[in-house]
């Protein structure tokens, strides 16, 4: 099985067609103010205009109000959403779109539970714990803590950069992986040399499977 990527915090029209001719799967758009990767909804549907086909578009929030996601899904064309906050199953539904779950990894966690609690999401995003910045912040957590979650698909998340996401893949054995610091020049600024060699990564990982 081929590992799918996406590269996530796309902030230019150029980074967006960059990830694409790469081959990745998915560009993720960040639509929470607070960070440095955040687009507004007129530059989100310049990204998408710019993108060729079959390359998904995913919506990321930290949580937002019904009206803020609604707002977004009027003017640019979301694939899938992703939540990053500490929103419940019922925040995640129902803006007739499929989801994504993140679960930032703290020591405390009980990944099974945090699994059980949104019973609808299409799947989940592992990722460090960073409550302050929720996701972007080049942080790995312990991949040996990576629950195998049965059916619906497990996506890796943090820290993950060109020189460790073979490592990473074999590890894991994730449906998917997420990446958007390790492969910047600067926060928001994407990197398509860094792109191209974090996917040349990724198929690497993919030949041990």
């Not at 714990?129 to 942080?139: A, N, T, Y």
Request: include cysteine.
């Amino acid at each position: 099985m081929r590992t799918r990527v996406k590269i996530c915090g796309i902030t230019r029209e150029q980074d967006g067609l960059a990830a694409a001719r790469a081959g990745a799967d998915a560009i993720g758009l960040v639509f929470y103010a607070r960070s440095p990767r955040h687009v507004t909804v007129e530059r989100g549907a310049r990204i998408c205009a710019q993108l060729p086909p079959f390359v998904s578009v995913v919506a990321l929030f930290v949580n937002p109000t019904r009206e803020q996601v609604g707002e977004v899904l009027a003017e640019v064309p979301v694939d899938l959403l992703q939540f990053h906050g500490s929103e419940s199953a019922a925040q995640c539904e129902g803006h007739g779109r499929p989801y994504i779950k993140a679960i930032g990894m703290k020591n405390d966690l009980d990944p099974e539970a945090a699994i059980a609690a949104h019973p609808h999401a299409s799947g989940f995003l592992f990722d460090a714990w960073q409550p302050e910045i929720h996701g972007g912040g080049g942080v790995a957590f312990d991949w040996a803590r990576m629950p195998a979650i049965g059916e619906r698909p497990a996506i890796l998340a943090g820290g993950l950069t060109p020189d460790n996401v073979e490592q990473a893949i074999r590890l894991t054995r994730p449906w998917a992986v997420d990446v958007s610091s390790g492969v910047e020049v600067d926060k928001g600024i994407k990197s398509a040399e860094k792109i191209e060699a974090f996917i040349r990564g990724v198929a690497r990982g993919d030949t041990m499977q």
